[in-house]
């Protein structure tokens, strides 16, 4: 069910739909975002395009979250 969901989000998105998504799936954010907001303990810790966030994570809570799960 979870492939099915994803894959309508992704059909929406690239049909031009503007959305805010709130996501642990860090490959379908990677491939569908254009802005990647990462927020611990309420408060955003970093913002950045998709590569530069995924590549090169500026805070390390954002580097050691990533780590975990990449």
Do not use: W
């Not at 969901?5 to 490959?27: F, K, N, P, R």
């Not at 990647?36 to 500026?58: A, K, L, R």
């Amino acid at each position: 069910m979870i492939k099915e969901v994803l894959d309508t989000m992704i059909e929406l998105a690239e049909s031009g739909m503007t959305m805010i998504c709130v996501t642990h799936e860090m490959g379908f954010a990677k491939t569908v975002a254009n802005r990647v907001i990462f927020m611990d303990g309420g408060q955003i810790i970093e913002e950045n395009d998709p590569e530069t966030f995924f590549s090169n994570p500026q805070h390390e809570r954002t580097q050691l979250f990533l780590s975990q799960i990449m």
